[in-house]
T-cell receptor, first 112, second 114 residues
Framework: DQQVKQNSPSLSVQEGRISILNCDYTNSMFDYFLWYKKYPAEGPTFLISISSIKDKNEDGRFTVFLNKSAKHLSLHIVPSQPGDSAVYFCAAHRDSNYQLIWGAGTKLIIKP | EPEVTQTPSHQVTQMGQEVILRCVPISNHLYFYWYRQILGQKVEFLVSFYNNEISEKSEIFDDQFSVERPDGSNFTLKIRSTKLEDSAMYFC????????????FGPGTRLTVL
C-alpha cells in the first residue's frame, strides 16, 4: 500500500536553517493530512494538520503546504532546533473514515 | 493535548499465547484506535472503536484480534493466539470531539512473540 509516500529516509539540516520534509500521495480522496513527530521509544506526537481545501497552515515554527494538483505536501520547520531531531511521519485520512494512512517516515537530524 | 497511557510498555510472550494490551485515556474520549508498527515497516491501522463498538477495521484485524472497553475507561486489544509476525509496537490513539481530525497517541506497547 503506497498511498502515502515519503521518499527521503533521512535529512540532515544545520541548526537555525530551514528543514523541508516532503510527502506525496496517490489517493485524491484524502480530506485531511497530518504530520507527526516521533522520538525513539515514544508514540507519535501530533504536530500540525491541513484540510484538503486549504493550501497552507502555519503554527509557530511549523508550516505545512499542500499542492493538490501535484498530490504533494511539505512540512517546513524554521528555524530548525536540535530538539527537532526525530522521525517525521506524514499521514492522511478521508472524512468518511478516520483511519490514518501513513508514510514511511523521514529521520530529521539537526546538526549543531 | 489529550493524554493517553498504555500498559505494559513491553510484553514478551510465547507463540500461541493470548495477550491483552491496555490503553487508558486520561479523560473521557469518544473515538479509539489501535495501530501497529512492525520493525522497519510503516505504521498500520488495525481498528477504530466508537460508542462501544467497532466502526472500522483493516484486513490485519482478523478473528485473532478483538477490542473492548470493559469498564468504560480502559480500552483493550486482545490477541487470542499470538504468532511470530504479531511482534510489533502497538499504539493506541484517541480522538476527541474538539480535536476533530487529530488523533493523539499513547507511548506504545512493544510486543515480542517468541
Amino acid at each position: 500500500d503506497q498511498q502515502v509516500k515519503q521518499n527521503s529516509p533521512s535529512l540532515s539540516v544545520q541548526e537555525g536553517r530551514i528543514s523541508i520534509l516532503n510527502c506525496d500521495y496517490t489517493n485524491s480522496m484524502f480530506d485531511y493530512f497530518l504530520w507527526y513527530k516521533k522520538y525513539p521509544a515514544e508514540g507519535p506526537t501530533f504536530l500540525i494538520s491541513i484540510s484538503s481545501i486549504k493550501d497552507k497552515n502555519e503554527d509557530g515554527r511549523f508550516t505545512v503546504f499542500l499542492n493538490k494538483s501535484a498530490k504533494h505536501l511539505s512540512l517546513h520547520i524554521v528555524p530548525s532546533q536540535p530538539g527537532d531531531s526525530a522521525v517525521y511521519f506524514c499521514a492522511a485520512h478521508r472524512d468518511s473514515n478516520y483511519q490514518l494512512i501513513w508514510g514511511a517516515g523521514t529521520k530529521l537530524i539537526i546538526k549543531p | 493535548e489529550p493524554e493517553v497511557t498504555q500498559t505494559p510498555s513491553h510484553q514478551v510472550t510465547q507463540m500461541g499465547q493470548e495477550v491483552i494490551l491496555r490503553c487508558v485515556p486520561i479523560s473521557n474520549h469518544l473515538y479509539f484506535y489501535w495501530y501497529r508498527q512492525i520493525l522497519g515497516q510503516k505504521v498500520e491501522f488495525l481498528v477504530s472503536f466508537y460508542n462501544n463498538e467497532i466502526s472500522e477495521k483493516s484486513e490485519i484485524f482478523d478473528d485473532q484480534f478483538s477490542v473492548e472497553r470493559p469498564d468504560g475507561s480502559n480500552f483493550t486489544l486482545k490477541i487470542r493466539s499470538t504468532k511470530l509476525e504479531d511482534s510489533a509496537m502497538y499504539f493506541c490513539a484517541i480522538r476527541t470531539s474538539s480535536s476533530y481530525n487529530e488523533q493523539f497517541f499513547g507511548p506504545g506497547t512493544r510486543l515480542t512473540v517468541l
